[in-house]
Each structure stands twice: as C-alpha cells, then as structure tokens.
C-alpha cells in the first residue's frame, strides 16, 4: 500500500522536476559559461589580475555591508527594475515588491557571506578539488534544502500572496513541503551544483562577487524565459 501511495507523489514530483529542469537548462549554460570566463580569466590572464584585486579589496575592505549591498543590488534591485520594464508587477505592488526584493537580497546576501566564511574556517580557503567538493556538499546539499529554499521559497509565496500570512498559511501544507520545495531544489540543483563549484574555485575575496554575478544572470534568464516569476524562488 505505501508503494502504491508513493507512486504518485513521485510521478508528480519527477514531472514537476522535469519542467523545472527544461526551464533552467538554457540559463544554466549560459551561467557556466560566464563563471568559467570569469575564473579562466582570473587564473590565465595576468593584467586583469589588477581588477579582480580591487574588488577583491573592496570586499575584505567593507566586509558585510559590501556582501548585503551588492547582493541587493544584483539580486534584488537590478530584476525588479527588469521586472517593473517588463509590466511583470501588480499595479499597486511597485513599492512593496521592490522593498521587498531588495531587503530580502540584502539579508541573503550577507547570510551567504556568512556561509562562505564559516566553509573556509571548517575546510580552508584552498581551491583544491577536494576542498571545492566539500563546500559544494554542505552549500548544496545541507544549507539549501534545510534553511535557503525552504524560507526563499517561503517568503517569495508570501510576497505572491500580497505580503498576507492569513492567505499564505493554507498553502504552507503537506504538499508545499513534500512537493514544491523538494521540486524547486531538484530544478535547481541542475545550475547551481556547477555554479557554486566555479565560485568556490576562487579566492574568498572574489566570491561573493562572483556569486551576484551569477545570481542576477540566473533570475534575469528565468525570468525572460518564463511569464512565471515564480519559478525562480528556490535559487541560491
């Protein structure tokens, strides 16, 4: 009986996948191809070294404030503004939804540095394969499923609902945690497994950088390839 229960949940949750996996695959190598630029440069091309240290500089120089900031500002504030162009906002929600996006962001952003910064202290700041794949492994497969997807995707359903709990709380049901999320976090896998063993193979100073990067490319390609805004909740 439990495997006759189970075969459904499944069949819905691969087709589920499966869309979200199509919708992110264009975007996914196009986001490769930009991170591997940005790292083949960095280790093969001497006289741009000058720039990626001044960001490098900037970073350890502002600390935090530089990882909210610019997080904000690629993750937050630079697809809303697409968005907003696009007509992709309820009338009557510009202000809102772009407090929202870009104060979300912001926190995101300085959580992710905080994850980064506690990966370097647990496994060192090498860019060795065995030290990239063991920060790929908590990043991926320890801090997204059980903290970032769960309240991205959380808070984007709340934004969607018009900043409402009363009307988000009947969906935060057995389906949204057994279904939406294991959903959002296997369509995203596709991208973000590869994306986030490219920004580990830098130095700590360029990897946040490179994370908004990839960040803001990511939710600006879903977001011109789908009329669903939804669809990229579950990213970082």
């Known amino acids: 009986m439990q495997a006759i229960a189970k075969t459904p949940y499944l069949k819905r949750l691969s087709r589920n996948s499966l ?37 490098s500089g ?25 968005l ?7 009338r009557g929600r510009v202000v809102s939804w772009g407090l929202f996006l870009v104060i979300y962001w912001s926190i995101k952003g300085i959580e992710v540095d905080a994850l980064y910064r506690f990966q370097g202290w647990l496994f060192g700041e090498g860019t060795d394969f065995k030290t990239i794949v063991a920060k790929v492994c908590v990043d991926q497969f320890v801090y997204c499923p059980f903290w970032s997807a769960p309240l991205t995707a959380i808070f984007y359903g709340w934004k969607v609902a018009g900043f409402s709990w009363k009307r988000l709380r009947p969906k935060l049901n057995r389906d949204f945690f ?7 976090l296997l369509s995203t896998w596709i ?46």
């Open 58 to 82: 900037k970073k350890e120089q502002y600390g935090y404030l530089y990882s909210g900031v610019s997080t904000a500002l690629f993750g937050g504030l630079i697809p809303f503004l697409y």
């Open 19 to 55: 869309e979200g996996v199509r919708s992110n695959l264009i975007p996914g190598f196009f986001l490769w191809l930009v991170g591997l630029t940005v790292v083949a440069v960095y280790y093969l091309v001497p006289p741009a070294r000058g720039s990626f240290e001044w960001v």
């Open 191 to 236: 991208v973000w497994l590869p994306a986030v063993a490219i920004i580990y193979a830098l130095p700590p100073g360029l990897q946040i950088p490179l994370f908004n990067l990839v960040l803001c490319f990511f939710v600006l390609l879903i977001s011109m390839l789908s009329k669903d805004e939804s669809r990229f909740q579950g990213e970082a």
């Open 178 to 184: 057994l279904m939406v999320i294991p959903g959002v």
């Open 84 to 90: 907003w162009w696009r007509g992709g906002i309820p």
